[in-house]
């Protein structure tokens, strides 16, 4: 189970660097992302542009997260493959989450330290 | 497992139609994502891939339902940590679609699982455990199909070719 976690501006990204969010993973999936979600906030960003197949596991394993998020936390998502996007259209799951169609457009402006080519 | 047969050589003269997929699994969660992705595999680039996507959400479905909660019917297995039910999958290519078959020996499946039911309001649906997966497997088939034979559950279902269920434009069906 692999995350990249990112400090942003008023939260954490949690990028979910797995291609399969299903049942073989839900469960560990859900255990650190709420080690995560215990850490850091208000808002947890979780980007899924890795992620190319999601299960009702999987699904359950995010709103599970989202019911037991500490007081004022929000959980947003962002990098909804088409196959991810289904799952949250066909449950209208699409309508509880802010989603962000544009992952990179929620990064932050890179720090004069990062800039490359110097 | 018994593993899904190749085809035998004919020769130059191969089998008309389309491929097929066959599999006896241990309803076991990785065992049955790894059925998901051979079955990506073995039908990728002769089916339109948003049918393979909806087909491959439907199954696991269907086969992480089986993991969850199939049971082998009392007396049916030795006492002591009982193994888990075995799964019989088959999957066919035609113009039609996938025409699906999984079959399970464990203990018959609740009629209200196929039962068409609707969701609660979003925001309520987002606070239950469960639930979605039954929902999922009626939006995304077609035909869908349950029958208990002998000691076994049989769910047959079809996944057409355009998500409106017509064929997409150009195809034809020849029989």
Sequence with gaps: MQFHTDLID???RVRVEEPRLDAAIAIRFKDRLRDVAARHGPRILLDLTPVQFMDSSGLGAVLAIRRILPDGHRLELTGLTPNVDRVFRLTRMDTVFTIHRDPDALLPPPAPDDEADR | MIDDMPFPDYGDRRPCGAPM???ILAAEPLTVQQALIDLR????GAVPADA????ELAMAEVL???????????GAAPRGRLPPVTIHLTVTSHAGGLACAVADDGTPLPPSCLVPAR?????IAALREGGFGWFMIRDLTQSLFYFREQ????LCFHIPPAEDGRRPSGTAVVA
């Design chain 2, 41 to 44: 595999v073995r039908f990728a």
């Design chain 2, 64 to 74: 992480n339902n089986i993991v969850q909660h199939g049971r082998h019917p009392p």
């Design chain 2, 21 to 23: 997929f066959h599999r």
């Design chain 2, 52 to 55: 393979l996507d909806r087909m």
């Design chain 1, 10 to 12: 008023d939260g954490v």
């Design chain 2, 119 to 123: 969701l609660p309001p979003p925001e």
């Design chain 2, 151 to 154: 000691r076994r559950n049989v």
